[in-house]
């Protein structure tokens, strides 16, 4: 998208009222006008989400100080797991860098896991890591056992489910001085649910794809 457009666009969302937007990509870092566009959006009021791969973000440090409310990136295991699940070697030194630099500067920092066989045992390190480093959000992303994550036995099914949300909140409960936020985003009976905190299961309504109802309690 052109700097222009999206400055446009930036303009429709803040004058019809829209309180918060997330730039993503792809890499958002990549586009060379980042730091005026977060700006732009700055000024126009707008709450600002930054989703990044957090492979560059180190370029970036002194640019978006002040410009991210948010920042969503993800950590898929330890070091050797994460960098042969994104392909990037260095990419985890690089991710945990940035997730440091976000928080140091008071943005509040989302971390996302996709959890399958091959890291399940890892959970607990990786909430110990992200939690140290300043992250205050996780979430659990399940695989679904289609197109690509048919690959994955995933651990998606109601008692492995149970057994990993039991699991990750005892853990938490250990941390001295937690302040995380957990989430597990999964597929129940063919169903896209988000535990929230306390266990509160939410579903996506068929009437209503765009937002998510308590349906239940684990």
Same mark, same amino acid.
Request: aromatic share 6%; charged share 20%.
């Given at each position: @998208?052109?700097?222009?457009?999206?400055?446009?666009?930036?303009?429709?969302?803040?004058?019809?009222?829209?309180?918060?937007?997330?730039?993503?990509?792809?890499?958002?870092?990549?586009?060379?006008?980042?730091?005026?566009?977060?700006?732009?959006?700055?000024?126009?009021?707008?709450?600002?989400?930054?989703?990044?791969?957090?492979?560059?973000?180190?370029?970036?440090?002194?640019?978006?100080?002040?410009?991210?409310?948010?920042?969503?990136?993800?950590?898929?295991?330890?070091?050797?797991?994460?960098?042969?699940?994104?392909?990037?070697?260095?990419?985890?030194?690089?991710?945990?860098?940035?997730?440091?630099?976000?928080?140091?500067?008071?943005?509040?920092?989302?971390?996302?896991?996709?959890?399958?066989?091959?890291?399940?045992?890892?959970?607990?390190?990786?909430?110990?890591?992200?939690?140290?480093?300043?992250?205050?959000?996780?979430?659990?992303?399940?695989?679904?056992?289609?197109?690509?994550?048919?690959?994955?036995?995933?651990?998606?099914?109601?008692?492995?489910?149970?057994?990993?949300?039991?699991?990750?909140?005892?853990?938490?409960?250990?941390?001295?001085?937690?302040?995380?936020?957990?989430?597990?985003?999964?597929?129940?009976?063919?169903?896209?649910?988000?535990?929230?905190?306390?266990? @509160?299961?939410?579903?996506?309504? @068929?009437?209503?794809?765009?937002?998510?109802?308590?349906?239940?309690? @684990?």
């Amino acid at each position: @998208m052109s700097s222009g457009d999206a400055e446009r666009w930036l303009d429709i969302v803040a004058d019809r009222g829209v309180p918060w937007v997330d730039f993503s990509g792809g890499e958002p870092l990549l586009h060379p006008d980042v730091g005026s566009l977060l700006g732009h959006a700055r000024d126009r009021g707008l709450g600002i989400t930054l989703s990044t791969n957090g492979l560059i973000v180190g370029r970036f440090r002194e640019r978006l100080k002040g410009l991210v409310d948010q920042c969503n990136t993800s950590v898929h295991g330890i070091a050797a797991t994460h960098d042969e699940t994104v392909g990037v070697r260095g990419s985890y030194d690089a991710v945990i860098g940035a997730i440091s630099s976000f928080a140091d500067s008071g943005t509040v920092v989302h971390v996302t896991v996709v959890v399958t066989v091959d890291n399940v045992h890892e959970v607990p390190t990786v909430i110990d890591v992200v939690h140290a480093a300043g992250a205050r959000k996780i979430c659990f992303n399940y695989v679904f056992k289609r197109g690509k994550g048919a690959g994955f036995i995933a651990s998606s099914g109601e008692q492995q489910l149970k057994g990993l949300v039991g699991h990750v909140r005892e853990h938490l409960a250990r941390m001295p001085g937690r302040r995380m936020t957990v989430y597990h985003n999964c597929n129940l009976d063919g169903q896209c649910v988000l535990v929230r905190p306390k266990g @509160m299961i939410w579903g996506v309504p @068929m009437q209503n794809a765009q937002d998510y109802i308590e349906v239940g309690h @684990m």
